[in-house]
């Protein structure tokens, strides 16, 4: 079965990031590895990933090998200045599930979005009161190079196509 709209997909792969500052590229340095032990998988055409990862991986077969560079404005572009802001250390209080472990420069806070959507915020800087973040993905002004293998394609199932993600083992929720 070939990766089409609608399927899950299953990749391992090596993903690498690169940089470019004042016209040179920095090496490609690896980011995240996902084995055979753990695969990633997607729901194809709702995964929320650059539309560029999926337009490279369509029509790919399950064992196919794959090799890509998407460029930072194919990818997750360039950092949004209004996506860091500084917010009053007292939100993130004890009682909000919250420990002061957690809020030490460049950790990134587990966070929920007014929709109850989980995001992540990146610490920059402490400032006393209040504290420096970044709301911009963590992926934002890198190249993505990726080289991996399609493992699984499979039609998505009615619950997962109305879901908009993958369930079971290979997904977020486990079958009931």
Partial sequence: MKIAENTVVGLTYELQVSKEADEIESAPFSVEIRDPEDPFYFLF??????????????????????????????????????????????????????????????????????????????????????ILLDFNHPLVGFDLHFDGTVMKVREATKEELAHGHVHGEQGTHSEE
């Fill in 45 to 130: 055409g709702a995964s929320d990933l650059p539309e560029k990862f999926e337009e490279l991986l369509l029509n790919k077969e399950e064992g196919e090998k794959f090799s890509f560079v998407i460029p930072v404005a194919d990818a997750y572009g360039e950092a949004d200045q209004e996506l860091i802001v500084n917010l009053s250390k007292s939100q993130f209080s004890g009682e909000n599930g919250f420990n002061p472990e957690m809020l030490k420069e460049g950790n990134f806070l587990p966070l929920m979005d007014e929709d109850g959507y989980p995001m992540q915020a990146k610490i920059l800087k402490d400032l006393g009161e209040e």
